[in-house]
């Protein structure tokens, strides 16, 4: 196995940053690269991306095209990416030759629930109850060790919104969910009841220092994001234990970027850590008007080795999400006076995300 690459000094304005994906959360991460006067070169497997709008060179290519990833790392001083699904070669392809972050461990962790839960709980960190299901046999097993309450089985891998999720209310029911995912591993997860769901936008950086933004209140619908609104009912005390699971969670990683950790808090103020995602996360995209510096800045300063940015909110803050057909309202949003943001996607589709609006409101509260 090849050694990953380190930063040896920071990416100095004109320098290019590599960003895998092509999304809306790489086109953001783009624009805060070009406010620090550094470019970005942008490797995606879709033709007509949303980032390449904005971004200095790009590359279409599949992510295991090996001679197109050793192009794409010539032209980069750094690389990071922008989904935590990027192939585990790929990102040791990347990491041999270019400082990549954040590093293989934080996305292979990530990219499986089981090793994820397991991770998490090794931390000490409070999570739904859960069970290893590799079998209808061990479905069944699975729901009757959870107890007899509602359950959710996920498929361990490439879930994401809800995608390879079910809810199951019986040992039957969890055995037949596992088969209509055709037999995937996965895990069965208590079902929880939680009073309403958070998560914590943190970042550390390249000499280890960490940094989080206030949390969000995060409310979704269908599974998908659909508000998050700051200040949230996760305040003081509890904000700050949010705040320091999160750097829990980046310091035992060797964290680099930004991470979001999402949450769910029990009636009685437990908190309990659903999931990571290695990367910006769109519960922070509020960051980008209520704060001097974005979670996108912030990512990017990390991976470049610049110091942290201030997360201090200057504002208050409900950021929603435009899905699907209501970005055909945009001539009614763009005159409601919140912050628009238009990810510049050609096809409408149903829960696409489209862009996402902030509405600002100036009070800042005292830290
Ligand atoms: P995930 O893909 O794990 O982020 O789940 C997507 C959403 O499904 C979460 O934000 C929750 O709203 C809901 N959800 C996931 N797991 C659970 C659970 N164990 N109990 C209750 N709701 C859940």
């Not at 970005?40 to 290519?61: L, Y």
């Not at 940094?211 to 904000?239: C, F, M, W």
């Not at 979001?260 to 960051?287: D, I, K, M, Q």
Request: some cysteine.
């Amino acid at each position: 196995m090849t050694t990953a690459r380190q930063l040896s000094a920071p990416v100095p304005p004109g320098g290019m940053i590599g960003i895998l994906g092509g999304g809306q959360l790489g086109r953001m991460l783009a624009l805060a690269a070009a406010r620090l006067g550094l470019k970005a070169h942008i490797f995606s497997d879709v033709a007509e991306a949303p980032a390449f709008q904005v971004s200095d060179r790009h590359t279409v290519a599949a992510y295991d095209d090996r001679a197109a990833l050793i192009d794409f790392a010539a032209h980069c001083d750094a690389i990071t990416y922008e989904f935590e699904n990027v192939p585990a070669r790929t990102a040791a392809v990347l990491a041999g030759l270019k400082p990549t972050y954040p590093g293989a461990r934080a996305l292979a962790v990530a990219q499986d629930r089981l090793e994820e839960k397991t991770f998490l709980k090794s931390l000490g960190l409070g999570t739904a109850p859960f069970a290893a299901v590799s079998s209808v046999e061990e479905a069944r097993a699975a729901f009757a060790a959870l107890g007899s309450g509602p359950a959710v089985l996920k498929t361990r891998r490439l879930g994401y919104d809800g995608k390879g999720q079910a809810k199951v209310t019986s040992a039957n029911d969890a055995a037949q969910a596992f088969e209509h995912f055709h037999g995937a591993a996965s895990i069965l997860e208590s079902f929880v009841d939680f009073a309403f769901e958070a998560s914590v936008i943190g970042a550390r950086g390249i000499a280890g220092d960490f940094a989080a933004y206030d949390p969000p209140e995060n409310q979704h619908e269908h599974h998908i994001l659909k508000r998050s609104i700051v200040p949230g009912k996760l305040t003081g005390a509890e904000g700050d234990e949010a705040k320091a699971i999160a750097r829990k969670v980046t310091e035992a990683l060797g964290y680099v970027g930004v991470i979001g950790v999402e949450l769910f808090v029990t009636a009685a103020g437990g908190l309990l850590v659903n999931e990571y995602a290695p990367r910006v996360h769109n519960s922070g995209h509020w960051t980008l008007d209520a704060c001097a510096v974005s979670q996108f800045e912030q990512h990017i300063r990390c991976v470049a080795g610049w110091p942290l940015g201030d997360t201090a909110r200057h504002s208050d803050a409900v950021m929603e999400n435009i899905l699907g057909e209501e970005a055909a309202g945009w001539q009614k949003l763009s005159a409601s006076g919140g912050a628009l943001h238009l990810y510049g996607k050609a096809d409408i589709r149903p829960g696409r995300k489209m862009g996402h609006i902030t509405f600002l409101s100036p009070r800042p509260r005292p830290r």
